[in-house]
Structure formats: C-alpha cells, structure tokens
C-alpha cells in the first residue's frame, strides 16, 4: 500500500474539502483586496478629492475587513470540522486493518511504535488537507489571480510578481530542503523509538532496578530525547529560513515594482493612487504564499506518517496469517452453538517460524468434553491455541460442525471458539467496563449472574461492586481473579468452545489446582460447550474427558 493511498484516506469528503477550499481562497482574496484598496484609498484621499468619489472604496475596505475575517473563521470551522471527521474514519479503517494481523502481525514492532504510530502518525495525516492541501490550493489561487489583476493595470509589475513569487517558492523550497527534510523524515521513527524505550523501561522497571540496568535504558531514552530535540530544531530553522528568503525577496519584489511604477507616474500615465496599489499587492500575496514551501516541509512528515501507518497495516495480509473472508453465515446477535469441532493433521506455527514445533493432530471434541493440551515446553501448545481463534494460520483440516473454518469469516470464528490468554488483558477501568465490552446490552443482573458463576460474587462487592477499578493492566488483581474476569467475558459473549491458555501459570501453585477444578467446573455449568485447556503442569484427571499430548515435530 503506497503512503499517498494512505494519505487520500485522512482527506475529508469531496463537498467538505471544496467548501473548506472556497472559503479559505474567499478569505485569502479578501486579505489582498483589502491591502491594495486601502493603499489605494489612503493615497486618493490625500489629494481631497470630493467624498462620493471615494465612498465606492470606503464600503470596498469595509466589506473586505469583515470578509476577510469571515471567511476566515468559517473556513477554519468547516475545514478542522471535516479533517477532524475524516480522521475518525481514518481510525476506524486503521483499527480494521489492524484486527485482521494482530497479534501475530505487530509482533515485530515494538509496543511503543505501534502506540506511536496509531496516535502521533495518525494525528500527523490531519496537515494533510490543513497544512499541505489547503495552503497550496489558496496560496496559489490567490496569487493567480492577483497576477491577473496587476496585469490589467501594469503587466511588467505583474511578470515581475510572477517571478518573484517562482524564484521564492524555488529558493525557499530548495533551502528549506537542504536543512530540515531529512529532520523532517526522521521525527517519527526517533519518536517513535523513545515510546518504545520509555514503555520497555515503565514496564520492566522492576527487572532493570534488580540487575543494575535501569541507568542504561534511562540513558538510550535519554538519547532518544536529544537526538528528537536535534531533529525538531532542524525543521524550525528550515522554517524561519523560509520566511527570511520570504520577506527578502518580498522585500525585492516591491522595490522592483516601485521602480518600474515610477517611471508611468512621472510620465502621467499612472496614477499616485494606483502606483500605491501596484507597490503594497506584493507584500500581501507574499505573504499568503510564504504558506507553499512550508507545506511542502508539512508533507514529508506526512509522507514519513503515511509509510509507518502503511507498514503497520500492510494492504496485503502477511504469509502465515488468516485472511479475512467475507461473511457467510448469518450474525443475529443470537447465541450459537457447535456441535463438533474437529483437527485433522492440524498444525500451526507463528509466522517467520521455519517449521512446525509439534507433530500434526487429530481431535474431536463435542459439547461436554473438557479436553487437556500437554506436552514440553516449546512445542507448541499455546501456538496450537492461537490458531485454533485465528491468530496465525494452520495447515491440516479444521471444521466446526462439519464446516472448514478456512470458510468462516474472523468474526463467525470467534464467535463459536474464544480464547482465553495466559494473562489475560484488562483495561485500566471498572469492572463493569472490563466486562460489559463483551457483551455491550447486558445490564447488572446479566453481569452479576456471570460474576457468581465464576465464583467473584462475593469478592466484588467487597470491591465496590461493578465500579470496582481494576488498575492499569489488572495490577489491583490477582492472577487467579484476572482469569475467573476473562471467563466470564468468555461466558459473556456465549462462545461454545472456550480455549484456557495456561490460566493456573501466573497463580500460587498452592492454589492452582483449586483454580483450575472452579475454572471447569464454572465452564460446566453453564450451557454445555467444549473446553481445551492448555497446560504444562499436571491436571486432575477426574476434572477432564480427554488428554490431547503434542510431541516435537522431527
């Protein structure tokens, strides 16, 4: 995907972007008509002609200040208004993008780059029609026309214009290019490089401090910062070296006009009136076109944001993960139900894996059975577990209820099998916050049903009840209560076959058994479903139907 069709997905709609381009050509013509007929008026009137010959240009110097400001105000409404919803859809495409590859298609970012890129690169796309669009498509309208007019009065102050404008645009362009555009490209991978160090460091804190490390990882983050600051200050020399070569050659320009005026008014064949207009127009359609290089430096950040978004969520899926069917079977919102699910030679590894850890599978599960995934460590459980919900791809056969799954949209999958992680995630908000995503119509009684079936009835009213908080990532938690909170999103969402990732790994082995005979029988309560439960520890036969052991492919 090119970064230019990224871009073209921040622009707002064609009427919104055609109105925001109106007013602000609207406003900008009202700025550079109110300069020359006041130039215009202020010289007339210095030579006391009667009050109706200049009345025309007093109402012209009214109308053009409240325009000017106007237009103005309106276009900054319509044209943030409509950047701003176009960026909304631009996150939501994004998000889209982006459920169709995590996990297994993020791993190799960092946390920090990913967080970047969904936050800063995508707010960087809002210049996009603001800052390049827009001050391109007035400033060059604008000076167009003003060329235009001038010619009617003198068209060798007009060509003269035209090329002081060219030779700015050129010289600004080339200078502010020859400063700041590598700055400019570097800005968002520097950033993006100190997020990750900065959340690595936040999140292992503990580990470093243990090991003597933390001093290291402050220093890279501290070089981060300075290497940041370096950049930024690149790109604002190249703007204030924008500016100058502006008002310089602005500066020029007028003289020129001024001399080459002169000579008509000596003449009498140009009045000291319209001499004053000749002479002022440059300096305000200069100063509206100084806005063209400076978005020309605003469109190599956005370039560099639209490439980083476009690596995150490629066009194409990566090899090794699911892509995305259309959907084919109908999604009421009513619960469904599997009947069968069955593994023929199934096997699965993460992408960039050069072959299958474990030997291929055979299963086959009904509502009832609660069947345990062993086996050594690195073979393959947990990969086995993220195929199974679409996560990474598989080869082998995989059916539910008779069906390939390869036929099955995402979202008709993980409606029938949910996973349940090994830490399972929650949002630094209230219990009922963590809960009620999974099933958003469910009111309290739903929700206090779903808590005692999983055995935190009592505990959460102790918290406080639904509005409990649970703290940044779970911290006010413990392991075992963090996983009884994903069972009952799992019970929530009323998925038939529920996948417990190593759930006693981050509990007390005092208290793991106990943990996994409520977490069982919790899931033998409620309606009859399928339950694979990965482990690497041993577990109570009487609490399983079935052993499925995986061996080390050879």
């Not at 038939?496 to 106990?514: Q, W």
Request: glycine share 8%; hydrophobic share 50%; net charge neutral.
């Amino acid at each position: 995907m090119s970064s230019r069709l990224v871009a073209s997905k921040a622009l707002p709609a064609r009427k919104a972007l055609f109105a925001a381009l109106s007013l602000g050509v609207l406003g900008q013509v009202s700025q550079v008509a109110l300069l020359a007929t006041s130039a215009w008026l202020i010289t007339r009137a210095a030579e006391q002609p009667p009050i109706l010959h200049i009345t025309f240009a007093v109402v012209a110097v009214r109308a053009f200040a409240i325009g000017r400001a106007s237009f103005r105000y309106v276009e900054r409404v319509v044209s943030h208004d409509s950047a701003f919803r176009a960026l909304a859809d631009l996150r939501v495409w994004i998000y889209r993008r982006l459920v169709r590859i995590a996990p297994a298609g993020v791993q190799r970012v960092g946390r920090g780059s990913v967080l970047s890129t969904i936050v800063r690169d995508v707010d960087t796309l809002q210049d996009y029609p603001l800052r390049v669009i827009q001050p391109v498509v007035t400033a060059v309208s604008v000076a167009g026309l003003s060329v235009l007019a001038v010619a009617f009065i003198d068209w060798r102050v007009a060509a003269l214009l035209l090329l002081g404008l060219g030779v700015a645009a050129l010289a600004s362009v080339w200078w502010n290019a020859r400063i700041s555009a590598q700055a400019d490209r570097s800005i968002g991978p520097i950033r993006a490089e100190m997020a990750d160090g900065i959340i690595d460091t936040l999140h292992r804190r503990a580990v470093l401090v243990a090991y003597g490390a933390e001093d290291e990882a402050t220093r890279k983050i501290v070089e981060s910062d300075s290497r940041l600051e370096t950049a930024e200050r690149s790109v604002a020399l190249g703007q204030h070296v924008v500016s100058g070569v502006m008002v310089a050659l602005s500066g020029l320009t007028v003289a020129g006009a001024a001399w080459l005026a002169s000579a008509r008014v000596d003449s009498g064949e140009l009045t000291g009136p319209l001499f004053a207009l000749l002479v002022l127009t440059p300096l305000a359609v200069f100063e509206i076109f100084g806005a063209v290089p400076l978005a020309v430096s605003a469109w190599r950040g956005v370039s560099t944001a639209a490439n980083r978004i476009s690596d995150l969520v490629p066009d194409q899926v990566p090899q090794g993960i699911p892509r995305e069917q259309e959907e084919t079977l109908a999604s009421s919102g009513e619960a469904v139900h599997v009947t069968t699910l069955e593994l023929r030679g199934f096997q699965a590894k993460w992408p960039g894996m050069s072959s299958f850890p474990a030997k291929p599978v055979d299963l086959r599960a009904q509502p009832g059975d609660r069947i345990v995934i062993t086996g050594a460590s690195g073979v393959g459980k947990s990969t086995l577990a993220a195929a199974l919900v679409g996560f990474i791809d598989y080869s082998g056969d995989y059916l539910i209820d008779g069906t390939p799954v390869a036929q099955m949209s995402l979202s008709e999958r993980r409606r029938r099998v949910v996973l349940i992680e090994q830490v399972p995630h929650l949002f630094d908000a209230t219990l009922r916050h963590n809960l009620s995503f999974a099933a958003p119509e469910a009111n309290d009684e739903k929700l206090w049903e779903v808590l005692a079936s999983v055995g935190l009835e009592t505990w959460a009213r102790g918290r406080g009840g639904l509005d409990a908080e649970l703290g940044e990532s779970g911290a006010l938690v413990s392991g075992g209560q963090a996983q009884r909170i994903a069972l009952a999103r799992a019970f929530l969402c009323e998925a038939p076959v529920i996948v417990l990732d190593e759930p006693t790994a981050n509990v007390d082995r005092a208290l793991a058994d106990e943990l996994m005979a409520d977490l069982l029988a919790s899931v033998s309560k409620r309606a009859p479903g399928i339950a694979l439960v990965v482990s690497h520890v041993p577990v109570n036969q009487a609490l399983v139907t079935s052993r499925l052991p995986l061996e080390h492919s050879v």
